[in-house]
């Protein structure tokens, strides 16, 4: 019996958990501003609404070519929508480029996505 009811009790506790927090999603659109030089802004969410606080920075690299290449991080400024956040980077070359989003605030992650670069 006593055994019975200590199982009950488990089933009941793992049953009570709080949900685990939903993923953090990124859409990630760079747009050419001359040359090189892209203005990337990034959308982030939380489920179906907008993560907002966060601090953004986004860093580069080719993975065709890895650690051949040095394009500084920016910090993103805040977008014209909630949830947007905006930088620059000035890519050495033309290609598929890996971006790394580092989100510090709220709920820090670290999100990677490809984005192809044209000269």
């Known amino acids: 019996m006593r055994a019975a009811a200590w199982l009950l009790g488990l089933v009941l506790a793992a049953g009570c958990a709080p949900p685990a927090p939903s993923a953090l999603t ?3 659109r760079c ?3 001359r040359g090189l030089r ?3 802004t990034v959308r982030l969410a939380d489920g ?3 993560f ?3 601090t953004v920075v986004l860093s580069a690299d080719m993975p065709s070519m890895p650690l051949a290449h040095h394009v500084p991080p920016v910090t993103c400024m805040p977008g014209g929508s909630p949830g947007t956040y ?12 890996m971006l790394g989003i580092r989100i510090t ?3 820090p992650d670290y999100l ?3 984005v192809d670069v044209r000269g």
């Not at 905006?86 to 480029?97: A, Q, S």
């Open 86 to 97: 905006v930088g620059t980077l000035d890519f050495e070359m033309p290609g598929r480029w």
């Open 31 to 33: 747009d050419a501003e």
């Open 52 to 54: 907002l606080g966060a």
């Open 105 to 107: 605030g709220p709920r």
């Open 38 to 40: 892209h203005r990337c």
């Open 112 to 114: 990677t996505r490809e």
């Open 48 to 50: 179906d609404l907008p």
């Open 26 to 28: 990124a859409e990630v």
